[in-house]
């Protein structure tokens, strides 16, 4: 990062461009920051050198070996200089560079730069251009097995392009398996999920699979929004696309509330189940027990077991309400 | 003595003089900001605006900024590739009377979308009117960076694509008042398409509903007049999943802890669906002041964390959704405040009724009559010279 060029500074063994005989015919660039430049950095003597040459470089439009290594250098400085990652890509396109090279050097910058754009963007670029994902899903596994790293946004957003580009779906779900078994309240890995059987096809079987997998998933954790918004999820995916859809998850989540459970988002789950069903049918004799579960448990809620959203929960049963006295339903 | 009930309170002058700092000279760790040193502007102008603090700029330094910013715009000639906009820093303008070596170099230089905005956001702010921009060079260079799924890449070269860049192209065009040939159906279905199965929006088509994403993609549908679009239902899931993202501050995804920055992402979200006023007030503020540093001053990201000039912005952007006392009232969709947007509409009425685009593009002096009934303005001001 370019957070130790203090520290790389006080190496010994860096010679400065400048003093180096295969850097003679070169002549630096400074920098033009204007007259009175603003948010000035203060940057080190190495990065100011290496920024130098590498503009010098840009502007004579060298794209040689040298080239290639001082663009090392200068990303190595500032990785997040997008610049300088796309002159390093006409470089190694104008070489015709051995871009299995630059995938080996990628792992290494990936690893020290796990979130920061420009990598990524880069190690994409590259792939495109060998055209070949071979060790994307890996990379990205290590990425994301990586201590305290399973929800890296920029990782998942990769391995989610490497798999919709190179069709590699095959061994996915397996993948989250493990991780939702690791950590449960992984939401990465439960969208993951929801992206892989949404590719394979959201079936009435691998519907009423996923419902029981997320059901047993609760079971062990109920105070989950991930495994939760999952559910609603698949059933929001149902022919019907309704949330009384499968007459078992009703009865699991009946069940959880009569054995005393009081998680905000089964009682949110039961609350939207029950007005969904209060708008559909209206005409129906329970229309009114319905509503009145809603707004009970919207003021449970609010009062007892979901505080912080009180103001949220008055809402909710107020806009049943009105809906409610609309004079006639067109949901 | 302050008794332990009575709320802590915000050290506005603090956050002024933190903020201040960075408008100067920023040390060498930070080097890897170099990129995005128009970021930093922004964060500390809109900053101090929102602390009404601007008067703490002084003449010449509000000068220096306008001179700092206009000198990162690129405008391309007519047999370039459409690469209008801002760079938001240096690195790729060498000091060199060599005429070559600056022609070189210009296949290098592209306006980036989210330096433009922020450039853009800052002229602004400063009360600039903009009479320096090429209005329909800059919206091209939008348009050239749509991609054929709706989203749109940061530059013309070298940049990924995504929510991020939706939402700039979309504050661009809006404070430009000019959408060119930007094409905001293709741009719908792309924000449409990253929409979740729990009702937040990824960065890009089936990633995970994230916060900051879903702040994009709302804006983006507000600024491009979309928002209308979505319907009553996808509206009260969507504030759901806002809703639900407070714990006591707020975090970005679910079953992730809360960081400062959230209560501006999601907090402006709400606003935008007119859901804030549902969200715990104290709760937020709470959260947000236990992550300012009492004796720089700054908010972090979380408790004793390094304040940076990012959380800083964003957690008073927070509390100014609150209300909180010393603070102007942000608008949402901007970022920036409702003062500097006040503006903004002088600057739409202005080009409405003078020529129009052609104008801008060709005369930018401005007109000295409506320069004067407009705040602040520099466009009479013979003490900017093109850099």
């Known amino acids: 990062m370019g957070d130790s060029s203090d520290e790389e500074n006080l190496g010994t063994d860096w010679l400065p461009y400048s003093e180096r005989d295969d850097w003679a015919d070169v002549t630096p660039l400074p920098q033009d920051d204007g007259p009175n430049p603003v948010v000035s950095i203060a940057y080190s ?45 006409d470089i190694l396109r104008e070489l015709d560079a051995d871009l299995q090279d630059e995938l080996d050097y990628l792992d290494e910058v990936i690893r020290q730069n796990a979130k920061n754009y420009q990598v990524w963007h880069h190690r994409r670029v590259i792939v495109q251009m060998m055209n070949c994902a071979q060790w994307e899903l890996e990379l990205t596994q290590n990425a994301l097995d990586n201590d305290g790293n399973a929800k890296n946004y920029h990782a998942w957003q990769h391995r989610q392009w490497a798999i919709r580009t190179f069709n590699l779906y095959d061994d996915e779900l397996e993948f989250v398996n493990r991780l939702i078994s690791e950590d449960q309240r992984n939401n990465s890995a439960w969208n993951q999920r929801f992206f892989v059987l949404k590719h394979l096809g959201f079936t009435p079987q691998v519907i009423e699979r996923e419902l029981l997998y ?24 149902s022919p019907r696309g309704q949330l009384n859809s499968s007459p078992e998850v009703v009865q699991f989540s009946e069940g959880l509330y009569s054995a005393g459970n009081r998680s905000p988002y089964l009682l949110a789950f039961l609350i939207d189940l029950y007005q969904e069903q209060a708008l559909q049918r209206r005409e129906a004799i329970d229309n009114n027990q319905l509503a009145q579960k809603v707004y009970t448990l919207c003021e449970d809620m609010a009062t007892k077991h979901d505080v912080i959203r009180r103001k949220y929960w008055s809402y909710v049963a107020e806009h049943l309400k009105t809906q409610l006295s609309k004079p006639s339903s067109t949901e | ?51 009404n603090s601007l008067n703490l700029v002084t003449p010449q330094m509000r000068e220096d900024i306008i001179n700092w910013t206009y000198g990162g715009l690129v405008v391309p000639r007519d047999d370039e590739k459409p690469c209008g906009g801002f760079m938001g820093c240096r690195a790729m303008l060498p000091q060199t009377e060599d005429a070559h070596l600056l022609e070189c170099m210009r296949q290098y230089q592209w306006g980036h979308l989210a330096m ?47 929510m991020r860049f939706v939402y700039c192209a979309a504050t661009i065009c809006h404070m430009l008042d000019y959408w060119g040939s930007v094409n905001k159906e293709t741009m719908y279905q792309f924000i449409m398409r990253s929409l979740r199965y729990d009702y937040g929006f990824s960065q890009e088509l089936e990633g995970e509903a994230h916060g900051g994403t879903t702040y994009c993609a709302l804006a983006a549908l507000e600024l491009s007049g979309q928002l209308d679009r979505l319907d009553a239902t996808t ?31 999601i907090g402006a979200s709400l606003r935008i669906l007119k859901g804030f006023e549902l969200t715990d007030y104290a709760a937020n503020r709470e959260y947000i002041l236990s992550t300012q540093d009492k004796l720089i001053g700054g908010f972090a990201k979380w408790p004793q964390a390094t304040p940076d000039p990012f959380h800083t912005y964003l957690g008073l952007c927070g509390l100014a959704f609150t209300g909180e006392p010393g603070l102007s009232a942000v608008m949402p969709s901007l970022n920036f405040s409702m003062a500097a947007h006040a503006h903004l509409k002088q600057l739409h009425e202005h080009w409405r009724a003078s020529k129009g685009l052609c104008h801008l593009s060709i005369d930018g002096s401005g007109d000295a009559t409506d320069a004067a009934t407009t705040k602040k303005t520099t466009s009479s001001s013979p003490l900017i010279s093109a850099q």
């Open chain 2, 116 to 162: 433009t905005y922020t450039s853009i956001a800052v002229l602004v702010t400063l009360g600039d009117d903009l009479s320096r921009l090429d209005r329909k060079s800059i919206v091209d260079g939008v348009a050239e960076v749509q991609r054929p799924d709706g989203s749109f890449s940061a530059c013309v070269n070298g940049s990924e694509d995504d």
């Open chain 1, 45 to 89: 003597p190495k990065f100011r050198e290496v920024f130098d040459y590498m503009r010098a470089i840009i502007a004579k439009g060298e794209k040689s070996q040298r080239a290639l290594d001082l663009t090392t250098e200068a990303l190595n400085l500032n990785p997040a200089n997008y610049t300088v990652w796309q002159y390093r890509r």
């Open chain 1, 214 to 237: 997320t059901m047993n998933h609760i079971r062990v954790i109920k105070n989950n929004e991930s495994a939760w918004n999952y559910l609603v999820g698949v059933l929001r995916q």
């Open chain 2, 1 to 51: 003595m302050t008794d332990a009930k009575e709320p802590e309170p915000v050290l506005l002058s603090k956050h002024a003089k933190n903020l201040l700092r960075f408008l100067h000279l920023l040390p060498a760790r930070m080097s890897s900001h170099d990129s995005t040193r128009s970021t930093i502007v922004f964060f500390a102008i809109c900053g101090l605006d929102v602390l």
């Open chain 2, 235 to 265: 509206v009260e899931r969507i504030k759901r999943w806002l809703v639900f993202r407070q714990m006591d501050g707020f975090q970005g995804r679910p079953n992730k802890p809360v960081d400062t920055c959230y209560s501006f992402w």
